[in-house]
């Protein structure tokens, strides 16, 4: 739930959605609000949370003065995102209550600002792409208590983010160039995203005990060939891989339920799902795998949504069809 530039009337139905479970975002993209205004919403903060999420975006015409913050130090949850410039920056320092930043700013210059002490406590922590991309990750090393990480671009002293041992999801946007081999190194690590960026493969990554795992536009992945080292997968999801021509999910992943390939446009093998003896859920969409023989394969007994989609509405039509006669539903129920 988005509520934008919040008036002190919309806060009941904002205690209500965070009542009910959500998290709430408030945001900003023009500076329409008064040092009374922030005043109010911290205290909104301090009865919220982090479920009260407060976010300051866009500012296209005046760089974002991080002075502003002075009056929210009660926040928790703060997006700094989709701006080009701001002032003030390091005023972040005096915010002692943060457990999840965002931070999106294209013209940063403050490359060292992870070693602030009051980021250290973050569980969460998202870092977009800047300019030069040369934010320094050495101080992420310190972050213990650090579940959640999103990198974007940056690749200065990458290894630290393996001491960052808590983590438990991670999503990354890098170069082809930049190793990755500490992925290895995260014990509690169960949610791994790959989203744009480059890699040929996976090779690097071999101790990955985690349930799911995301491969989304990367540039030039062509090879999964270890994919069978995945074992504990419980959710794939492979998107907009135009490189990819195979896939064998092999013997090792009787763990996997949910399979989505998607716009995989090369891809004209799937092989050893009849393997896969817990997988509920199956996706295919946009691939040059046969439909007629896909379709006459044996599939595992557990599995109870198929969908199976070219892209050409009549023809999808007919498919479904197919399917629905066989008793496979089109939807996750």
Known sequence: MRIDNP???DFDQIRQAVQAGQTVTVQY??????????????????????????????????????????????????????????????????????????VGIFELDDMDFLCWDNLHRLSALTLAQTRRK?????????????????IGGHTRNLAAV???????????????????GFVNLLPCLDELRLLLGGRAS??????FAGTSLEIVRVRGFG???????FVNLQR???????????????????????LEILNCQNL???????????????????????????????????????AFHTGKRGQDTIIQERLAAMGYTAREA
């Open 236 to 258: 794939l999801t492979i998107d907009d891989q135009l490189q990819l021509r195979h896939l064998d999910v092999g013997e090792r992943l009787g763990r996997l339920e949910t």
């Open 162 to 180: 393996g001491q960052a041992r808590a983590l438990t999801r991670l999503s990354l946007n890098l170069p082809a160039s930049a190793p990755i």
């Open 29 to 102: 993209v023009e500076p329409v609000y008064t040092p009374a205004s922030l005043a109010f919403l911290n205290e909104q903060c301090k009865a919220l949370g982090d479920k009260l999420c407060v976010r300051f975006y866009g500012h296209y015409f005046k760089a974002f003065d991080c002075a502003h913050l002075r009056h929210l130090g009660a926040v928790r949850n703060l997006y700094l995102d989709c701006l080009t410039k701001v002032s003030n920056f390091d005023t972040l320092k005096e915010l002692e209550h943060l457990s999840e930043l965002s």
């Open 202 to 207: 996976l090779d690097e990554v071999h101790d």
């Open 268 to 306: 004209g093998r799937l092989d050893g799902l009849a393997h896969l003896a817990r997988l509920r859920h199956l996706r295919i969409y946009k691939t040059r795998i046969d439909v007629d023989a896909f379709i006459e394969q044996d599939f595992p007994a557990s599995l109870r949504t198929l």
């Open 134 to 150: 040369n934010l320094d990750l050495a101080a992420l090393s310190a972050y213990r208590m650090l579940e959640s990480l999103f």
């Open 7 to 9: 008036q002190e009337s």
């Open 223 to 229: 090879s999964f060939d270890n994919l069978k080292d």
